[in-house]
């Protein structure tokens, strides 16, 4: 039967009755063999590469055949080619797992439904994100700055940056949050800028830029350092003890800020200086009959600027508070005449109890002492009446003639 005589058959009695029936050959499974690295350990960040060579019978498989790969079962193929060059190395490549373990293995299909499949496997383990941003912070003054943050690059998953700012108080606030796509991702990379102006409470506080994936979180913290200049702050102050003048000056700033003083004309006097992270305290003291002005000059300087304050000077009896927080002293004077008030109606109360009690005593004394004297006069009114009821009258005699 010629071709086209097999054609118009076909055609006439349907593709069903024109397959060839198939019938699966024994295969040489010696002869069939796959090279292949046996445990890959990959980021979760990575595209899963297995570059592997299959080797088998020429006469048996012949070009084009499919070659797959599957997870687990053989039945759960992941990825799938044809293939037409037998002697060419190839690889599969696997995207977007989650952390953890898997194992996959190759097979093959050629002819009439004839397959093979290897049986050799690959251990796939998928790892944590290792790898950290790298953030770079330029010098900090109180002028605007970029920090610039380099996260590691992804095979195919999405990507997120986000910067995270945790204050002193150990409260935190993002700053800046972008989600990068694919064209973002080719057009700048993957670095991302924040733009801040710093102020002296930056200072010693922390940046977290944070990069986010499909399947895991980096992050990389710096510890930002702030230079600006000096700023005197209130607890400065200065008093007479006794004949001595003592005067406390506090000084913050970044570099630390070293405290001078007047010490011109001055033949006897200390000074001391405490420094604690940028602050410094230094107390001065001098006789009081060497120092007659009524401020005493303080000044603090760096090489981001320079402070100075005059400060008043006090006698300890007048209890000078310099310390005080204004918002504090002003909270204190305005409670003062609800203390008062308070205390009026308090002090009210109790000498008005105290009067009705002295009042009520001495009604009461008054009471018992008129129930006392009634009680002695009805006594002696009933002695007299018994007195006078002994005595008879004594009848009258005639005159004698």
Same mark, same amino acid.
């Given at each position: &039967?010629?071709?086209?005589?097999?054609?118009?058959?076909?055609?006439?009695?349907? *593709?069903?009755?024109?397959?060839?029936?198939?019938?699966?050959?024994?295969?040489?499974?010696?002869?069939?063999?796959?090279?292949?690295?046996?445990?890959?350990?990959?980021?979760?960040?990575?595209?899963?590469?297995?570059?592997?060579?299959?080797?088998?019978?020429?006469?048996?498989?012949?070009?084009?055949?499919?070659? &797959?790969?599957?997870?687990?079962?053989?039945?759960?193929?992941?990825?799938?080619?044809?293939?037409? +060059?037998?002697?060419?190395?190839?690889?599969?490549?696997?995207? /977007?797992?989650?952390?953890?373990?898997?194992?996959?293995?190759?097979?093959?299909?050629?002819?009439?439904?004839?397959?093979?499949?290897?049986?050799?496997?690959?251990?796939?383990?998928?790892?944590?994100?290792?790898?950290?941003?790298?953030?770079?912070?330029?010098?900090?003054?109180?002028?605007?700055?970029?920090?610039?943050?380099?996260?590691?690059?992804?095979?195919?998953?999405?990507?997120?940056?986000?910067?995270?700012?945790?204050?002193? +108080?150990?409260?935190?606030?993002?700053?800046?949050?972008?989600?990068?796509?694919?064209? +973002?991702?080719?057009?700048?990379?993957?670095? +991302?800028?924040?733009?801040?102006?710093?102020?002296?409470?930056?200072?010693?506080?922390?940046?977290?830029?944070?990069?986010?994936?499909?399947?895991?979180?980096?992050?990389?913290? $710096?510890?930002?350092?702030?230079?600006?200049?000096?700023?005197?702050? /209130?607890?400065?102050?200065?008093?007479?003890?006794?004949?001595?003048? $003592?005067?406390?000056?506090?000084?913050?700033?970044?570099?630390?800020?070293?405290?001078?003083?007047?010490?011109?004309?001055?033949?006897?006097?200390?000074?001391?200086?405490?420094?604690?992270?940028?602050? $410094?305290?230094?107390?001065?003291?001098? *006789?009081?009959?060497?120092?007659? /002005?009524?401020?005493?000059?303080?000044?603090?300087?760096?090489?981001?600027?320079?402070?100075?304050?005059?400060?008043?000077?006090?006698?300890?009896?007048?209890?000078?508070?310099?310390?005080?927080?204004?918002?504090?002293?002003?909270? &204190?004077?305005?409670?003062?005449?609800?203390?008062?008030?308070?205390?009026?109606?308090?002090?009210?109360?109790?000498?008005?109890?105290?009067?009705?009690?002295?009042?009520?005593?001495?009604?009461?004394?008054?009471?018992?002492?008129?129930?006392?004297?009634?009680?002695? &006069?009805?006594?002696?009114?009933?002695?007299?009446?018994?007195?006078?009821?002994?005595?008879?009258?004594?009848?009258?005699?005639?005159?004698?003639?």
């Amino acid at each position: &039967m010629t071709s086209l005589h097999f054609a118009i058959f076909c055609v006439f009695f349907g *593709p069903s009755s024109c397959q060839i029936n198939c019938i699966p050959e024994t295969v040489d499974e010696t002869k069939f063999s796959v090279n292949v690295t046996e445990h890959i350990r990959v980021e979760s960040i990575d595209c899963i590469v297995i570059p592997h060579k299959v080797t088998f019978p020429r006469d048996k498989v012949v070009t084009p055949y499919k070659k &797959m790969l599957f997870q687990g079962d053989p039945s759960n193929v992941v990825d799938k080619k044809v293939v037409y +060059d037998s002697d060419k190395e190839d690889s599969f490549r696997i995207k /977007n797992l989650p952390c953890g373990e898997y194992d996959y293995g190759f097979k093959l299909e050629w002819g009439c439904n004839q397959t093979y499949t290897f049986p050799k496997r690959v251990h796939v383990s998928v790892l944590p994100l290792a790898t950290k941003p790298t953030v770079l912070v330029p010098l900090l003054t109180v002028e605007r700055s970029e920090l610039i943050c380099s996260v590691p690059q992804p095979c195919s998953q999405g990507l997120r940056v986000y910067w995270k700012w945790t204050k002193a +108080d150990g409260q935190s606030a993002v700053l800046s949050d972008y989600r990068y796509g694919k064209l +973002d991702q080719w057009f700048f990379g993957y670095k +991302d800028t924040l733009r801040i102006n710093p102020t002296a409470h930056h200072h010693n506080t922390n940046i977290t830029c944070v990069a986010e994936y499909d399947n895991d979180l980096t992050e990389a913290t $710096v510890t930002l350092n702030v230079k600006f200049k000096p700023k005197i702050s /209130n607890d400065s102050h200065c008093l007479v003890k006794g004949e001595l003048l $003592v005067c406390v000056c506090v000084s913050w700033g970044n570099p630390l800020p070293p405290i001078s003083w007047p010490l011109e004309n001055l033949t006897a006097f200390s000074v001391t200086s405490l420094r604690i992270a940028q602050t $410094v305290r230094s107390t001065f003291t001098v *006789p009081a009959s060497e120092y007659h /002005n009524a401020t005493v000059k303080c000044t603090s300087s760096n090489e981001r600027g320079l402070a100075e304050t005059s400060i008043v000077i006090h006698n300890s009896e007048e209890r000078a508070e310099p310390n005080t927080v204004p918002g504090r002293r002003k909270g &204190m004077d305005s409670a003062l005449p609800w203390i008062a008030g308070l205390s009026f109606s308090l002090n009210l109360a109790f000498i008005t109890a105290l009067i009705i009690h002295i009042c009520q005593r001495r009604i009461n004394k008054q009471k018992e002492q008129s129930k006392e004297s009634n009680t002695y &006069m009805s006594l002696k009114k009933a002695d007299v009446e018994e007195e006078y009821s002994v005595i008879s009258a004594k009848p009258k005699r005639n005159p004698q003639v």
